[in-house]
């Protein structure tokens, strides 16, 4: 009979990749929690990007915990969910991750109201984006009054779900501890 214990030994408990899966997971549920808020009349349909938020964060202090693909299948999801144009939220997602990236070790060392600056740039390009790639595909100019109302929404969360985030991974480093 072989030993049972050789099988534990080989195993790679150091592995990242569920911790990627459940990143991947959690930015799912957001996406969900996006379409709820979707639903209630006080957003008038422009509900916020909490994904958004999430994947922001998630760039700059926890890079290799949200691949690439983990981010599209967020703005897949969304795009469906949100019945906005496949591939729209998705794209602008990646363009974004990537613009993070080369700016990554700048925003790791910024002060908050740096962050916040620098969110509210970004969450504009993506709205621009979004917003162009509708009116190529349409013919159409849509109003504006929802985009700028969603923006305001998502400046506004920002600060309450980065928060949020940090405090969620310091309990969790808390009880790792433990």
């Known amino acids: 009979m072989k ?3 050789a099988y534990f030994e080989k195993a790679d408990f150091s592995s990242i990749f569920p911790l990627q899966v459940l990143t991947a997971a959690l930015g799912l549920i957001l996406v969900l929690l996006e379409l709820s808020l979707a639903q209630w009349s006080v957003f008038h349909g422009a509900a916020p ?3 958004f938020i999430f994947i922001y964060y998630m760039m700059i202090y926890h890079t290799k915990l949200l691949p690439i693909f983990s981010i599209f299948l967020m703005g897949i999801v969304a795009d469906v969910l949100l019945s906005d144009l496949v591939g729209g939220r998705a794209t602008a997602l990646i363009l974004l991750s ?3 990236q080369l700016r990554l070790l700048r925003l790791q060392q910024s002060d908050f109201s ?3 600056v620098d969110f509210a740039v ?3 390009f993506v709205s621009i984006f979004q917003l162009t790639f509708f009116s190529l595909l349409n013919m ?3 109003s504006l009054g929802p985009i700028v109302f969603q923006f ?3 400046l506004i969360l920002f600060p309450l779900g980065f928060v949020i985030i940090f405090a969620v991974y310091q309990l969790m480093q ?3 501890m433990l």
């Open 140 to 142: 159409v100019f849509p």
């Open 114 to 116: 740096y962050l916040w």
């Open 49 to 51: 990007n909490l994904s």
């Open 122 to 124: 970004s969450c504009g």
């Open 152 to 154: 305001g929404i998502n």
């Open 98 to 100: 990537y613009v993070m």
């Open 3 to 5: 030993d049972q214990r």
């Open 174 to 176: 808390k009880m790792k």
